[in-house]
T-cell receptor, first 110, second 116 residues
Framework: GQQLNQSPQSMFIQEGEDVSMNCTSS?????WLWYKQDPGEGPVLLIA?????ELTSNGRLTAQFGITRKDSFLNISASIPSDVGIYFC??????????FGPGTRLSVLP | KAGVTQTPRYLIKTRGQQVTLSCSPI?????VSWYQQTPGQGLQFLFE???????NKGNFPGRFSGRQFSNSRSEMNVSTLELGDSALYLC???????????????FGSGTQLSVL
């Protein structure tokens, strides 16, 4: 089945730093969704992308739909302690089920 | 507008028992999907319902079943529980049917099932 890879698996950054993570697929998607999950809670939708090349922001978060339609990127600017959590990407192609990446675990050091 | 509501939040069962989990989607949302989340396997798709019809099913044994009611609320059932069924079960609702443009999945907080 389809697989999504997320990079990096985990990252430790200092408060105030910018963060970049990406998600790659072996097949093309027409929808990319980015989520953040806190321990014991469900994923919270951060950004949705629907067009190749699309760049969308949500506060300090910016995500891009890769032009090959096989990847997507999430950037967080000026990280703060509450950014700690696991970030998931999810992709879907024309009516197929969403496939989720394994997540990137973000830790923010004060 | 209230979010996706899942009940119960926590459940402890023993092997061989069965369990029913409930999900109320966001008001107006007609599509409900269920996912199993474990540390080793991540988020795995179980099934999707739209207008009371199962539209997609993941690669899980027949012990996992679900249904959707006319008010879009959904339940999933797991029979003959096994230790490996311990997981966070997540429900997600969507305003549009799978494959429609601008689809978004909104998740509930999940039901943490522990099988002893």
């Amino acid at each position: 089945g389809q697989q999504l890879n997320q990079s990096p698996q985990s990252m430790f950054i200092q408060e105030g730093e910018d963060v970049s993570m990406n998600c790659t697929s072996s097949s093309i998607f027409n929808t990319w969704l980015w989520y953040k999950q806190d321990p014991g809670e469900g994923p919270v939708l951060l950004i949705a992308l629907y067009k190749a090349g699309e760049l969308t922001s949500n506060g300090r978060l910016t995500a891009q739909f890769g032009i090959t339609r096989k990847d997507s990127f999430l950037n967080i600017s000026a990280s703060i302690p509450s950014d700690v959590g696991i970030y998931f990407c999810a992709g879907s192609n024309y009516g197929q089920n969403f496939v989720f990446g394994p997540g990137t675990r973000l830790s923010v050091l004060p | 507008k209230a979010g996706v509501t899942q009940t119960p939040r926590y459940l402890i069962k023993t092997r061989g028992q069965q369990v029913t989990l409930s999900c109320s989607p966001i008001s107006g949302h007609r599509s409900v999907s269920w996912y199993q989340q474990t540390p080793g396997q991540g988020l795995q798709f179980l099934f999707e319902y739209f207008s009371e019809t199962q539209r997609n099913k993941g690669n899980f044994p027949g012990r996992f079943s679900g249904r959707q009611f006319s008010n879009s609320r959904s339940e999933m059932n797991v029979s003959t529980l096994e230790l490996g069924d311990s997981a966070l079960y997540l429900c997600a609702s969507s305003l549009v049917v799978r494959g429609a443009t601008n689809e978004k999945l909104f998740f509930g907080s999940g039901t943490q099932l522990s099988v002893l």
